[in-house]
């Protein structure tokens, strides 16, 4: 048998002299009067070794280590807010309460009673008059729990990590931070926020392979969303000229450090705006949230420093193209040309292609991850872009922008698209090259929407968690998601 199930069996036995005694080891609440960190706060600083305060607390929390000492023992207790040092005496609980302490194991959830002091060597602790078991843990808490080898075990079981690793919940409390001041920036700006469905009838608003179930009730199968884009213009169509959409889509595709099959993103939509109006937004809103997060402009993220004061970098994808590579290339080159230059240059190139197309694959693949301080890409190729206007200058291109940020793509952009005829077509093009591999279907209603007309617009998605992975300095989106997606236990 191992150690680990020697441990457990050691507190199942406790567990059960417990109920022998008519105790409840699984207790209902507790009366807390303060959490750990305030009453860190309120002292911090203003004790002086040794000396005691007449304040009664009540606190409450797991116990996290013991140190024994016959008549007299120090603990750690641990909340939500902070950890801090317990005393407890024979002399204060008495003889049969002092050997219940002794017999607590590490990872019970106590709540206590107590008086404020500092110990001669300046810990800050708190004397405990009085407490009781709340809840008994069964399983013992793991002794070494960092470094690389226990990554996966720290993603599956995100519980003991948030015990045991202090800094990973400080990752969440950021990431809370950075939803609300969105929400913030936004609301201050008039948009209103709003819901749209998770289920849909059939996929769409973005190009990408859906997780498709089945509603017994009305017997149809129905799509998690992989993008709230298509129901959001209708609420522009609607008259609701200023919206954001906090939400969760999924996209049935592979797993990398940038990709979750579940993830976040806000979609925001400006009637009257077009993509220039929307760079200027996210260019705000980036930096708003940045220094709200981190108190800076300039951040490190994997040994880079990221700088993000105006004006941030801009590029089409043309000019990036030849910037950081040195290729000429352009709509005048035939398709097999680009081809050529792609995988001279050991582009990867996936059918359907076409011009668009390559031209993408070679920036993705050449370009991108040369982009660290925050850059604005703009001006993509009609091809991959069916939901952008497109540009005036060139029947190639669209009004659209990528911000791309150490390498990764932060945000996408478009001026929408507002013909409802010249969209059919390009929807129906998309059907024609991916509608059997992403379940793709035609979506009249939207088109519909779009003929009773739509104001012109411009449309935002931010991805939220590759934007809290730069604010933490995450390598992977599993980092930055309590409960990302993994191979089942073995």
């Given at each position: 048998?191992?150690?680990?199930?020697?441990?457990?069996?050691?507190?199942?036995?406790?567990l059960e002299k417990l109920l022998g005694r008519g105790e409840n080891p699984f207790k209902a609440r507790?009366?807390?009067?303060?959490?750990?960190?305030?009453?860190?706060?309120?002292?911090?600083?203003?004790?002086?070794?040794?000396?005691?305060t007449d304040e009664h607390v009540r606190v409450a929390g797991r116990l996290i280590a013991k140190r024994?000492?016959?008549?007299?023992?120090?603990?750690?207790?641990?909340?939500?807010?902070?950890?801090?040092?317990?005393?407890?005496?024979?002399?204060?609980?008495?003889?049969?309460?002092?050997?219940?302490?002794?017999?607590?194991?590490?990872?019970?959830?106590?709540?206590?009673?107590?008086?404020?002091?500092?110990?001669?060597?300046?810990?800050?602790?708190?004397?405990?008059?009085?407490?009781?078991?709340?809840?008994?843990?069964?399983?013992p808490l793991p002794e070494k729990w960092h470094g690389l080898k226990d990554i996966e075990t720290r993603?599956?079981?995100?519980?003991?990590?948030?015990?045991?690793?202090?800094?990973?919940?400080?990752?969440?409390?950021?990431?809370?931070?950075?939803?609300?001041?969105?929400?913030?920036?936004?609301?201050?700006?008039?948009?209103?926020?709003?819901?749209?469905?998770?289920?849909?009838?059939?996929?769409?608003?973005?190009?990408?392979?859906?997780?498709?179930?089945?509603?017994?009730?009305?017997?149809?199968?129905?799509?998690?969303?992989?993008?709230?884009?298509?129901?959001?213009?209708?609420?522009?169509?609607?008259?609701?000229?200023?919206?954001?959409?906090?939400?969760?889509?999924?996209?049935?595709?592979?797993?990398?450090?940038?990709?979750?099959?579940?993830?976040?993103?806000?979609?925001?939509?400006?009637?009257?705006?077009?993509?220039?109006?929307?760079?200027?937004?996210?260019?705000?809103?980036?930096?708003?949230?940045?220094?709200?997060?981190?108190?800076?402009?300039?951040?490190?993220?994997?040994?880079?420093?990221?700088?993000?004061?105006?004006?941030?970098?801009?590029?089409?994808?043309?000019?990036?193209?030849?910037?950081?590579?040195?290729?000429?290339?352009?709509?005048?080159?035939?398709?097999?040309?680009?081809?050529?230059?792609?995988?001279?240059?050991?582009?990867?190139?996936?059918?359907?292609?076409?011009?668009?197309?390559?031209?993408?694959?070679?920036?993705?693949?050449?370009?991108?991850?040369?982009?660290?301080?925050?850059?604005?890409?703009?001006?993509?190729?009609?091809?991959?872009?069916?939901?952008?206007?497109?540009?005036?200058?060139?029947?190639?291109?669209?009004?659209?922008?990528?911000?791309?940020?150490?390498?990764?793509?932060?945000?996408?952009?478009?001026?929408?698209?507002?013909?409802?005829?010249?969209?059919?077509?390009?929807?129906?093009?998309?059907?024609?090259?991916?509608?059997?591999?992403?379940?793709?279907?035609?979506?009249?209603?939207?088109?519909?929407?779009?003929?009773?007309?739509?104001?012109?617009?411009?449309?935002?998605?931010?991805?939220?968690?590759?934007?809290?992975?730069?604010?933490?300095?995450?390598?992977?989106?599993?980092?930055?998601?309590?409960?990302?997606?993994?191979?089942?236990?073995?």
């Amino acid at each position: 048998m191992s150690d680990t199930s020697d441990l457990q069996k050691q507190r199942q036995q406790k567990l059960e002299k417990l109920l022998g005694r008519g105790e409840n080891p699984f207790k209902a609440r507790f009366h807390r009067t303060h959490l750990l960190s305030q009453i860190i706060k309120k002292y911090k600083g203003k004790l002086e070794p040794g000396s005691a305060t007449d304040e009664h607390v009540r606190v409450a929390g797991r116990l996290i280590a013991k140190r024994e000492h016959g008549k007299a023992s120090f603990a750690v207790l641990k909340d939500g807010s902070a950890s801090l040092q317990l005393y407890f005496t024979l002399n204060d609980l008495g003889e049969e309460k002092y050997q219940f302490f002794l017999d607590l194991d590490i990872g019970d959830i106590i709540g206590i009673s107590g008086t404020i002091f500092k110990t001669r060597r300046g810990e800050l602790s708190i004397e405990v008059n009085e407490f009781s078991l709340l809840t008994k843990s069964l399983r013992p808490l793991p002794e070494k729990w960092h470094g690389l080898k226990d990554i996966e075990t720290r993603y599956r079981q995100r519980y003991v990590d948030l015990i045991m690793n202090p800094e990973v919940q400080e990752t969440f409390l950021i990431r809370n931070k950075v939803i609300q001041t969105i929400r913030d920036f936004l609301g201050n700006r008039d948009f209103v926020e709003v819901d749209t469905p998770m289920l849909h009838p059939i996929p769409g608003g973005a190009t990408a392979r859906p997780f498709i179930t089945h509603h017994h009730a009305l017997g149809m199968d129905l799509y998690l969303r992989i993008a709230p884009e298509l129901y959001l213009k209708r609420l522009i169509v609607g008259g609701m000229d200023r919206v954001f959409e906090l939400n969760r889509s999924f996209r049935n595709e592979g797993i990398s450090v940038r990709h979750n099959p579940e993830f976040t993103m806000v979609e925001i939509y400006q009637a009257y705006a077009d993509y220039n109006d929307m760079m200027e937004l996210t260019e705000e809103m980036v930096k708003e949230v940045v220094k709200r997060t981190t108190g800076s402009l300039e951040i490190n993220y994997q040994g880079e420093v990221l700088n993000f004061s105006s004006p941030w970098q801009k590029y089409t994808m043309l000019e990036a193209i030849n910037k950081f590579t040195g290729l000429e290339v352009s709509f005048q080159q035939s398709v097999e040309k680009l081809e050529e230059i792609a995988r001279a240059n050991g582009v990867p190139l996936t059918p359907p292609l076409n011009k668009g197309k390559v031209i993408d694959e070679i920036f993705e693949k050449l370009v991108e991850s040369q982009l660290v301080q925050p850059t604005f890409i703009k001006d993509y190729p009609v091809e991959i872009s069916p939901l952008a206007k497109g540009h005036p200058e060139s029947p190639h291109l669209t009004e659209r922008f990528e911000l791309i940020i150490a390498g990764r793509e932060i945000a996408n952009a478009f001026t929408e698209l507002t013909d409802p005829r010249e969209q059919r077509e390009r929807l129906e093009e998309q059907l024609r090259l991916f509608g059997e591999e992403m379940g793709k279907v035609l979506d009249e209603d939207f088109l519909r929407a779009l003929e009773y007309g739509m104001p012109p617009t411009g449309g935002l998605g931010i991805g939220v968690d590759r934007l809290v992975m730069l604010l933490t300095d995450a390598y992977s989106i599993r980092d930055v998601l309590f409960f990302p997606h993994l191979r089942p236990e073995k």
